[in-house]
């Protein structure tokens, strides 16, 4: 009997190159487009934007919540400047080794985009351009398939690239931060898209479920 596909399985293999744009470093891409996309994959998807709260020190948080499928995730975004500096309620300033900085006040445009990206980063839960956000160039299906057309064509296996992920060496610190933001996918989750780039062994992997399980 044929393995039915799940949710994850088929939104991670999307190929959203095209449709991404890039600024300041980061990378961005269409709500619109996005939960298009979603719907006609998983028509019962729906979402919920939860409350907007505010701390005088920290600035702004946007929440939303993506239901597919019966399974609920949840995900949280700071409203930034350009710069990725919080936002407030007020203008401040802030100081570098160029000189000082500004943070314009946030505006209800300002809220209504982060909310949006907050729901594009939502959808990466489920697998949608989580390969973006894992810092690959190809959803993994692709990355699988140029990997057997590459072996063809040579008449022979491709050498193992995958780099090995050591608890304190090379990524790990970026891993890290990548593993804490996104506990809510669960340690099986999170390793099937780490092992696209990386080696993940099961000393590493128990460390890696430690910071899932950590409260």
């Known amino acids: 009997m044929e393995k039915k596909q799940s949710t994850f399985d088929k939104l991670s293999a999307i190929n959203v190159?095209?449709?991404v744009e890039k600024k300041n470093g980061s990378?961005?891409?269409s709500w619109a487009w996005a939960w298009s996309e979603v719907k006609k994959i998983c028509p019962d998807a729906s979402y919920h934007m939860g409350e907007t709260e505010y701390d005088e020190h920290l600035g702004f948080m946007c929440h939303s919540t993506v239901t597919i499928d019966g399974e609920s995730l949840s995900m949280w975004l700071p409203v930034m400047d350009g710069a990725n500096k919080s936002m407030k309620k007020a203008q401040y300033t802030y100081t570098t080794r160029y000189g000082e900085k500004s943070v314009e006040a946030a505006t209800t445009f300002d809220i209504?985009?982060?909310l949006m990206r907050c729901l594009v980063k939502n959808l990466a839960m489920f697998g949608f351009a989580i390969y973006i956000y894992a810092g690959e160039d190809?959803?993994?299906s692709e990355t699988s398939q140029a990997t057997i057309?590459?072996?063809?064509?040579?008449a022979a296996p491709p050498a193992d690239n995958k780099v090995a992920l050591i608890e304190?060496?090379?990524d790990w610190d970026k891993v890290v931060k990548y593993v804490t933001e996104?506990?809510?996918m669960g340690i099986d989750k999170l390793s099937k898209s780490?092992?696209?780039r990386y080696k993940i062994d099961a000393k590493t992997k128990t460390s890696l479920t430690k910071i899932v399980n950590k409260k």
Do not use: H, Q
């Not at 057309?149 to 040579?154: D, E, G, I, L, R």
């Open 17 to 19: 190159n095209d449709k």
């Open 27 to 29: 990378t961005y891409l």
């Open 112 to 114: 209504n985009k982060t």
């Open 138 to 140: 190809l959803p993994e």
């Open 149 to 154: 057309t590459t072996a063809k064509a040579a």
């Open 168 to 170: 304190g060496v090379g």
């Open 182 to 184: 996104n506990k809510s």
């Open 194 to 196: 780490l092992s696209v």
